[in-house]
Nanobody, 127 residues
């Protein structure tokens, strides 16, 4: 069974940084792209960023591009989301997800490209 466990959320002031991690098990991690999504209260889940199976390609939502960086360590089955210059509008529950298909070529900006999700971790940015 696939399990994804996020960690690293918390409270930070605007302009600060946080790093999230997601540990995966139950699937050959290095064969699958990973995504990060977030959901703020009263809003739909939105795409944050994506990293392909090898780690050689990343893609970000416009709202976070230049501030957030996704990386992965396939030897440790983990993916990371480094968030810098945080804004109050970044406040949300952040989720990592693993794609349902192996070694996809195109990115995954839609939730239905992913079949397993973490439990989520809260990120709160105060103004």
């Amino acid at each position: 069974q696939v399990q994804l466990v996020e960690s690293g959320g918390g409270l930070v002031q605007a302009g600060g940084s946080l790093s999230l991690s997601c540990a995966a098990s139950g699937r050959t991690f290095g064969d699958y792209a990973m995504g990060w999504f977030r959901q703020a209260p009263g809003k739909e889940r939105e795409f944050v960023g994506y990293i392909n199976w090898s780690g050689g390609y990343t893609y970000y939502a416009t709202s976070v591009k230049g501030r957030f960086t996704i990386s992965r360590d396939n030897t440790k089955n983990t993916v990371h989301l480094q968030m810098n210059s945080l804004k109050p509008e970044d406040t949300a529950v952040y989720y990592c997800a693993i794609q349902r298909s192996r070694r996809t070529v195109v990115g995954g900006t839609l939730p239905n490209a992913y079949d397993y999700w973490g439990q989520g971790t809260q990120v709160t940015v105060s103004s």
